[in-house]
């Protein structure tokens, strides 16, 4: 009986009907269209960025590929639009005279790229703002477990929002300073120098203005054009909030930055600048998510935070896109330190030795290469 049982069920599994399963597996090598662009109801020009995010090839290895000969337009539910300039790099802008953001309107972009794919952005609507009421900064000094003292500035604003809105908010924070250096004195290091307590030989900058000439005397033919920089300092993180912080209409102490106090940003003077920005939902979900991601990634209990939004899509859905376009109307608010505000807290810090600049007060190189995102030319506003 046993027999007749196994052969019967031997008999069920050899002539059963198996259904196959066909499992679509993503390209490894696909990449994604990532869009990084703003409207506001300040002058422009305005800025769309392009690139393709691509796959890490190795713990060592990340590409980002910008995106080229792409045609980017930004237009709103008026019927008013503009065709973006190719600035290079995956760059576009709009002319300092074009298009400009209003208060109430709707604002989208669409992409049509170099293979003739089309993306366009969901419209965005261009919310009242409020304003910045005061930005301030409290010093603060503490001393770490294993480390010198560190002191810096916590930077807080004041705001009020808008009655009958969601009062949806992004505070953005730029730090700008003015570096001096001297590349005229730049050295370079080489076998042939002439004595073993020199760093290395005299190699100035060509855009110091100097040239060591024939008899080897250090000689200016011309003017210094890499020798004074406007350098900023961008925001961490960014920094959102909703109603939740309101109280009888204005936003109170709201933390919007943290400023190490160093030499070189408080040689001279300091600029702290904070932007009030007005957010759709759409765009405030996905600040609050960068934000979420920032502030957890050092830590070992995470919470998760979800899969960060986008608002543009291919028009026939065969790719996904990442990243945000959106309309903000801006506030702004802006404060200087001037290093008499920090010249006792800075008498504290102790200096670091360096082979080329054993005077830390002393850099010799061009500004442009020596400080990240600096530039010779000041901000139009900059007093």
């Known amino acids: 009986m046993k027999e007749s049982i196994i052969i019967v069920m031997v008999s069920i599994l050899l002539n059963s009907c198996v259904d196959r399963i066909s499992i679509s597996i993503p390209d490894a090598d696909a990449s994604q269209l990532v869009v990084d662009g703003l409207i506001t109801d300040e002058p422009g020009p305005y800025t769309v960025k392009l690139t393709l995010s691509s796959r890490i090839e190795s713990f060592l290895e990340f590409s980002i590929k910008p995106v080229t000969l792409a045609k980017v337009t930004i237009f709103d539910n008026e019927g008013n639009a ?13 002319k300092a005279n074009g298009i400009r953001g209003v208060i109430g309107r709707e604002y989208a972009v669409r992409i049509v790229t170099y293979e003739g794919e089309v993306y366009e952005s969901l419209p965005d609507k261009m919310n009242p703002v ?6 301030y900064a409290t010093l603060e000094t503490f001393q770490p477990i294993s480390s010198p003292t560190e002191n810096g500035f916590r930077v807080y604003i004041d ?13 953005k924070f730029t730090g700008t300073y003015i570096e001096d250096t001297y590349p005229q004195f730049h050295v370079q290091c080489s076998q042939t120098c002439s004595t073993p307590e020199c760093c290395g030989c005299p190699a100035p900058r060509p855009c110091s203005g100097f040239i060591i000439n024939a008899v080897g005397v250090l000689q200016r033919i011309g003017e210094c054009t890499c020798c004074v920089c406007w350098v900023n300092q961008y925001e961490s ?7 939740q912080f309101l109280a ?9 930055a943290y400023i190490p106090i160093a030499y070189f940003p408080f040689q001279t003077k300091y600029r702290a600048e904070v932007k009030q920005m007005s957010l759709s939902r759409t765009a405030f979900d ?6 979420s991601q920032k502030e957890g990634a050092s830590s070992l209990f995470q919470p998760p935070t979800g899969k960060v939004r986008t608002n543009v899509f291919e028009e026939k859905g065969k790719r996904d896109a990442q990243g945000l376009f959106y309309a903000s109307a801006v506030s702004l608010k802006q404060k200087y330190f001037t290093s008499e505000d ?3 807290l800075f008498l504290q810090i102790p200096r670091r030795n360096h082979c080329y600049e054993p005077d830390r007060t002393f850099v010799t190189e061009s500004c442009l290469l020596a400080f990240k995102h600096s530039s010779t030319q000041p901000p139009a506003d900059w007093q």
């Open 286 to 291: 996905y600040w609050r998510t960068i934000q």
């Open 159 to 171: 705001a009020q929002g808008v009655a009958d809105t969601d009062n949806l908010f992004r505070w």
């Open 248 to 256: 009888d209409g204005k936003f109170k102490n709201v933390e919007v």
């Open 82 to 94: 503009e065709l973006l300039e190719d600035m290079g790099k995956g760059v576009y802008q709009t």
């Open 237 to 243: 993180k960014p920094y959102v909030s909703d109603n």
């Open 342 to 344: 920090v010249k006792e």
């Open 130 to 135: 409020g304003e910045i009421d005061s930005l």
